[in-house]
Nanobody, 126 residues
């Protein structure tokens, strides 16, 4: 069982930046495709970004493309989400997740991710 812990959330003004981190506890982090999802109050959890095991392949939701950057450091068992040009509609709880299967390529499907962190709140004020 992989344990994931997010950090880096907070309150920021529109146009500002935040960097989220997701620290994994296990020794198999480098074997997982990883993803970020977010859930706004009263809404469904939605895909934000995903990254392959090596970091060589990434995918983004259209709503964040060009503003957010996903990355990972397998030596540190950590994944990141750099969020720039934040908007009030980016306000949500952000979750990191791990896909432990041998899937080729990353997926945006929430159900494909077996391990989840507890989430970190991001609030963007206008």
């Amino acid at each position: 069982q992989e344990q994931l812990v997010e950090s880096g959330g907070g309150l920021v003004q529109a146009g500002g930046s935040l960097r989220l981190s997701c620290a994994a506890s296990g020794r198999t982090f480098s074997s997982y495709n990883m993803g970020w999802f977010r859930q706004a109050s009263g809404k469904e959890r939605r895909f934000v970004a995903a990254i392959s095991r090596s970091g060589g392949s990434t995918r983004y939701a259209d709503s964040v493309k060009g503003r957010f950057t996903i990355s990972r450091d397998n030596a540190k068992n950590t994944m990141y989400l750099q969020m720039n040009s934040l908007k009030p509609e980016d306000t949500a709880v952000y979750y990191c997740a791990a896909d432990p299967t041998a899937r080729v390529g990353v997926t945006i499907q929430l159900g494909a991710y077996d391990y989840w962190g507890q989430g970190t709140q991001v609030t963007v004020s206008s």
